[in-house]
């Protein structure tokens, strides 16, 4: 089976170690139940400890997901910061530092950069964490968005430095 094969199967694999998880549950919450049998303090014992191992289960599969997840953003923040530094802004003339996760791409963080002074024209870095890869995109006028290649990249108030432009093409 090639390698192209195996990522393919790995949703399947996934689902079918997702469904022998549940039938064991299932099947531990019977067992539970037919050794208390009869009494009913026992049974509502037993229904607890079958909830207690079904949040415990879900706390092991969430935990390291969200430890990942905010691993991730710390990184993108990091790589992100060092672009920013490394393009020119004057510290005194920027006003807002937004970082978000955008909802229309998967798998990125956005930092926009604002100037004083000027609320319509501002810069969009993106960092890529599938591609780790970042982009540089200019907003002129509130709404278009441009490429630092673009000719009227050239209007926006501040220009990347050359240590920039060979740090940005050569990723």
């Known amino acids: 089976m090639s390698s192209q ?3 393919l199967l790995l949703p399947i694999k996934l689902s079918i170690q997702i469904q022998d998880i549940l039938y064991s549950i299932k099947n531990m919450g019977y067992i539970l139940l037919r050794h208390f049998k009869g009494d009913n303090l026992n049974k509502k014992r037993a229904i607890q400890l079958v909830i207690l191992g079904i949040l415990l289960l879900v706390v092991c599969f969430a935990i390291p997901k969200v430890i990942c997840h905010y691993q991730t953003k710390q990184y993108a923040r990091k790589v992100l910061d060092q672009y920013i530094a490394i393009y020119g802004f004057p510290s005194n003339k920027i006003t807002v530092q937004k970082m978000y996760a955008p909802m229309d791409v ?3 963080y956005r930092k926009e950069i604002h100037i004083k002074g000027n609320k319509e024209d501002y810069y969009v870095f993106t960092y890529y964490t599938d591609r780790k890869k970042v982009d540089l995109t200019g907003v002129i006028e509130g709404g278009e968005w441009l ?19 060979k740090m940005y093409y050569n990723q």
């Open 5 to 7: 094969q195996g990522d």
């Open 106 to 108: 998967a798998e990125a």
């Open 147 to 165: 490429d630092p290649k673009d000719h009227r990249y050239k209007s926006l108030p501040y220009q990347p430095s050359k240590k920039f432009l």
